[in-house]
C-alpha cells in the first residue's frame, strides 16, 4: 500500500510508503520528505481500513516532520485512539536519524501515553536498536 500526502506548504511532497509482512505481523512505514499531520491522518485511515499488524516500525530517517504543530499532533493522537482498540497487543517503532525528529517523536509518545494508547510506542535513532524492541531480530 502506498499513501502519498502533498504539503501544502512550500513545495516539497511527503510520501508515506507501508509494506505488510503478514507472515511474520509486521507493517513498516517509509516516510519520506515533508509530512503535515493531515498525511498521517490519511495514512491512519488507510491503514485502520485493511489488515492491521501486531508490529509496526515507521522509518522516518528520510522524512521532516517539523511543520506538523502540536494542534497536529493531538489530531494524529485523537485518531489513533479512536482506532487503538484494534492493536491493543501492538508495538510500534518510530525511526528518527536527527535529533529534531527524535525530539518530537518523543513528545508524540507522551502525548500517546497520556491518553491511553491501548499499544506501546517506542522512539529510536537506530534501526537495529528498533527491530530489536519490537522482536525482529530473529524474524
Given at each position: 500500500m502506498v499513501y502519498n500526502g502533498l504539503s501544502t506548504k512550500g513545495d516539497k511532497m511527503g510520501r508515506i510508503t507501508t509494506t505488510r509482512e503478514i507472515d511474520i505481523d509486521l507493517t513498516t512505514v517509509v516516510a519520506?520528505?515533508?509530512?503535515?499531520?493531515?498525511?498521517?491522518l490519511g495514512w491512519l485511515r488507510e491503514y485502520y481500513s485493511?489488515?492491521?499488524?501486531?508490529?509496526?516500525?515507521?522509518?522516518?530517517?528520510?522524512?521532516?516532520?517539523?511543520?506538523?504543530?502540536d494542534d497536529g499532533f493531538e489530531e494524529i493522537v485523537k485518531a489513533s485512539k479512536d482506532r487503538d482498540k484494534a492493536r491493543a497487543w501492538g508495538k510500534t517503532a518510530f525511526v528518527f536519524d536527527?535529533?529534531?525528529?527524535?525530539?518530537?517523536?518523543?513528545?508524540?509518545?507522551s502525548l500517546s501515553e497520556s491518553r491511553d494508547?491501548?499499544?506501546?510506542?517506542?522512539?529510536?535513532?537506530?534501526?537495529?536498536?528498533?527491530?530489536?524492541?519490537?522482536?525482529?531480530?530473529?524474524?
Open positions: 519520506e520528505g515533508q509530512l503535515e499531520a493531515e498525511d498521517f485493511g489488515t492491521v499488524t501486531e508490529l509496526v516500525l515507521w522509518d522516518f530517517t528520510d522524512a521532516d516532520i517539523s511543520q506538523i504543530s536527527d535529533e529534531d525528529g527524535y525530539k518530537k517523536g518523543k513528545d508524540y509518545v494508547m491501548e499499544f506501546e510506542i517506542q522512539v529510536f535513532k537506530d534501526m537495529s536498536a528498533a527491530r530489536s524492541w519490537l522482536g525482529l531480530e530473529q524474524k
